[in-house]
């Protein structure tokens, strides 16, 4: 009885694992798809207006410094009135990076005599992995990240997305980055789920050469 019992149990986990994956690649390659469609349409005819927009701070697997950093650097520079509202998220356990980016926010709204809550909204979400947990265990964190950053997308819906209506992704690579991709760099690249990857080093764009170069960012 018992041994049935674990038949059953190995046969539906077996099923769920291949069901997730058909789901994965189902994705990738819908997005894939999506990326080139647009890709070959010209920039000049897309409608120039306030583009809602999501912002990741931090990372994913380290504590809080410098991504947060250049991503704020980063923002600081853009055109405020054509990305809002702007949608702040961080990893939970990271209560520097969404003070950092209210601080922000907070002097935006004094010059522009505007309220905070009209242009800008801070979330957390759950970490994928922690700093020194093991591999193991962060098989199922991940997935609870993925489940949060899906109902996530889902609740915000945003139209850019800076790290269904499928969004414009565009990634700027850390100026850390010299020589290669970071990984989540290096995934975007491969699986063309970026509308546009920006490097900060000419060498890189020569190395991935669908990667965009535009001088230093930070």
Request: proline content about 2%; charged content about 15%; glycine content about 4%.
């Amino acid at each position: 009885m018992d041994k049935s019992n674990g038949c059953r149990f190995s046969s539906v986990t077996s099923i769920a694992v291949f069901s997730s994956a058909i789901f994965v690649v189902t994705l990738i390659l819908v997005r894939l798809l999506y990326v080139m469609y647009c890709s070959s349409r010209s920039l000049s005819k897309r409608v120039l207006k306030p583009a809602s927009t999501l912002i990741i701070l931090g990372s994913v697997l380290s504590v809080v410094g410098g991504h947060t950093a250049e991503m704020l650097n980063l923002l600081a520079v853009l055109q405020k009135d054509r990305f809002k509202p702007r949608f702040y998220i961080a990893a939970a356990t990271d209560n520097m990076s969404l003070q950092k980016a209210q601080l922000l926010e907070n002097s935006l709204a004094a010059e522009n005599a505007a309220r905070v809550t009209d242009t800008a909204q801070f979330m957390k979400i759950y970490r994928s992995r922690e700093v020194g947990q093991s591999y193991i265990t962060s098989i199922w964190t991940t997935l609870i990240a993925m489940v949060h950053a899906l109902w996530l997308m889902i609740k915000i819906r945003p139209e850019v997305i800076l790290g269904i209506r499928w969004s414009s992704i565009f990634y700027v690579e850390s100026i850390a980055r010299v020589r290669r991709l970071s990984l989540s760099g290096l995934l975007l690249y491969k699986l063309r789920m970026v509308d546009q990857l920006f490097v900060q080093w000419p060498q890189l764009q020569r190395q991935y050469p669908r990667a965009t170069y535009v001088g230093r960012l930070m």
